[in-house]
């Protein structure tokens, strides 16, 4: 049982953290942000004044890291990198928003970070949300799902979420997309055994319904 995860994919601002973080609270599974991860090494960089789009630097730096994880809250799984915790704010900030998608393109930071969100698995049952859960990180769980929406219906949550004008919360979006799309290592892709999910004109109770039900049929059957 301890091996259980619950992959959820999907673009940014698509719903996807308020339905995987209900999800696992329905189940009683820990929930895992892996983006919160990566803003994580993100804000790390630019706190220690690390240039974010110098690939080769940055792919031997994060090698000398030292993850912890930090389960404060039980119900969430945080990452702590040589035993800093940044505040949520801090993983919001424009800088850190800007940079993120520069940094998880380079692949050995992909590799450390699959390797601590693979070690998690050690603490119990997973809803993992992110990119590359179903396809890169646990590619063999049965339990995957891609949540989308249109981009203007995006736009339009991450603005009422964060503030700021819908056009130019949209361009933001519009950009990392392209970048998590386009990368060569792990682009943003649904799985071909996900079961996709387009959240548009949907209630966060439907589509949290929808994942519950279906996450029920396969532990029924035997996954
Ligand atoms: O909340 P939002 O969907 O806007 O972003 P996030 O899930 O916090 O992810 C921030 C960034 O991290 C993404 O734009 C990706 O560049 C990267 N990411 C990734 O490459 N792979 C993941 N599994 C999760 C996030």
Redesign the pocket.
Known sequence: MSKIVVAVDGP??SGK?TVARAVAQALDYRYV????L??TVTWYALQQDRATNDAGRLAEWVHRLSFSLSTTDPGVVRVQIDDRLPDLADLRGDAVVEA??DV?AVPEVRRVVGDVLRDMTRLGPLVVE????GTVVFPKTPLKFFVDADPEERARRRSIETGGDVARVKASLQR?DQK?SSRHSAPLRCAADAIRVDTTGMTVEQVVDRILGCVATKLTNGL
């Open positions: 940014s601002a953290s942000d892996s983006g919160a990566y803003r993120v998608s998880a992110g990119r590359d859960i990392r998590d």
